[in-house]
């Protein structure tokens, strides 16, 4: 065990972000508690407490190489639960306005593709294997103790208390937080939010006996801003897909097998269409309404709490049809474990240092999305000045990737989170390639309205 940093740490919440930070803690305090509200299964069921986690999940190749670090064996047990393993961008179809298909070449990683139920049993059970930490469920935390602008612990529902030196706040939501931050009198972070007001509708399907594709997911994307209905399937444990279509606004939502395969029908590709349009549906259509992404910029804070540190969808929350949440999630535990190993640092400092590095990671994901988003005009938020030249270079990285092997590596590498953006922006022989593309494609675009 490393030098410890204190007797007791407390994480609120066993979700994917509290498990992992968890783990982290484990190797710094002498016991670690995670406290969570819903009870918790003891197979791969969906919970309550997680309204999104009969919907599709994906775990990148990125958050996924985090995880495997954080918990060593983990892949193994998502592989023994039937996760099923894609490899990257060539058992992928992806359609996009331009590209359908996109050309699909072997990436050389792969990532895996599972429920959200099994993904967490798996997590789950690795950490509550870890001596030292207990998990508690049905333990709703009401407010974060303090003293002299110190947490000292939590005050549970139930009355009782429970002291700490060291609390993270993996609650989701973050209200915790920011109760503290009020009630001490210090400012609240300032956000950005990015109102998408979108839909979800997700179905599992038995894939059929006779099911010859050599694609293991699909994903239609929307010819924006004109339409913004898109799918995603994919494989899952069972001999399942797990469909799930998007939308925006007013759009009449599938209800019922007969409404949800129509649905995909009246899609921009037939590709999902057809693989499920004779499948068998397993169970009902489950909704999900998401209205905002939003990024807390605690970084900002000239005064921070000690001893309690936010972590992720408590300081952004994604837009979850580009799946980044939980892979976000795991890069943040994997950059939290380097400062504790390399700790020259009291706690307030060591929430500065991690806030600065959570940021360097939301950065690339949240532009991944939040550009695309912006497009649509209902879309409310802040546009940059410069939104639609940063579409264009986008698009032109995306035609390069089309048009060359190497280019399309990277693409993906820094999609799935395997790579930062500066992987890009950092190789000037690359970007002026990627320039040279976005002044021909500007160039046709001319011609074109001519």
């Avoid at 002498?30 to 407490?49: A, K």
């Amino acid at each position: 065990m490393e030098q410890l940093m204190g007797k007791h740490a407390i994480v609120i919440g066993a979700g994917m972000g509290g498990l992992l930070f968890s783990r982290v803690l484990a190797s710094h305090f002498q016991h670690v508690t995670v406290l969570e509200r819903d009870s918790l299964p003891d197979d791969n069921q969906p919970r309550s407490g997680i309204p999104q986690g009969r919907h599709l999940h994906s775990l990148l190749a990125g958050g996924c190489r985090a995880m495997e670090g954080l918990l060593p064996g983990l892949v193994s047990d998502l592989r023994a639960g039937g996760a099923i393993e894609v490899l990257s961008g060539l058992q992928n179809m992806v359609e996009r306005p331009g590209y359908d298909p996109f050309p699909r070449r072997h990436a050389g990683f792969s990532s895996y593709s599972m429920s959200r139920p099994l993904l967490e049993l798996c997590v789950r059970r690795r950490v509550q294997s870890t001596a030292n930490i207990t998990v508690q469920q049905e333990v709703a935390v009401e407010r974060l103790t303090h003293a002299n602008a110190v947490v000292t612990g939590v005050a549970l529902r139930d009355g009782r208390q429970l002291d700490a030196d060291f609390v993270i706040d993996a609650s989701g939501r973050g209200e915790l937080t920011l109760r503290l931050l009020d009630d001490l009198g210090l400012p609240r972070p300032r956000e950005t939010t990015i109102g998408v007001d979108m839909h979800y509708a997700s179905v599992l399907f038995e894939i059929p006996a006779d099911a010859a594709y050599d694609w293991k997911s699909v994903v239609t994307f929307p010819k924006a801003p004109h339409s913004s209905k898109g799918l995603l399937m994919t494989m899952i444990e069972g001999g399942r897909w797990i469909c799930a279509v998007g939308w925006r606004g007013d759009e009449a939502a599938p209800t019922d097998r007969e409404s949800y395969v129509e649905w995909t029908r009246n899609l921009r590709t037939q590709t999902a269409y057809k693989a499920i349009k004779d499948a068998t549906m397993i169970g009902k259509v489950v909704r999900f309404a998401f209205p905002e992404s939003r990024h807390r910029h605690f970084v900002e804070l000239e005064s921070l709490p000690s001893g309690v540190l936010p972590v992720a969808d408590a300081i952004c929350r994604f837009n979850p049809i580009y799946g980044q949440g939980m892979s976000v999630a795991a890069l943040e535990a994997e950059a939290f474990a380097g400062l504790l190993k390399t700790r020259e640092q009291d706690f307030g400092q060591l929430s500065r240092s991690f806030f600065e590095q959570a940021d360097r990671i939301i950065e690339g994901p949240w532009n991944m999305a939040a550009l695309p988003d912006l497009l649509y005009p209902d879309t409310r938020g802040e546009r940059p000045a410069d939104l639609m030249n940063s579409l264009r270079f986008g698009q032109a990285f995306l035609e390069l990737a089309a048009r060359d092997p190497a280019a399309h590596k990277l693409q993906l590498e820094i999609h799935t989170l395997l790579k930062p953006r500066s992987a890009m922006t950092g190789d000037p022989a690359l970007m002026q390639r990627i320039l040279a593309v976005m002044s021909e494609t500007n160039q046709q675009a001319m011609v074109a309205a001519s």
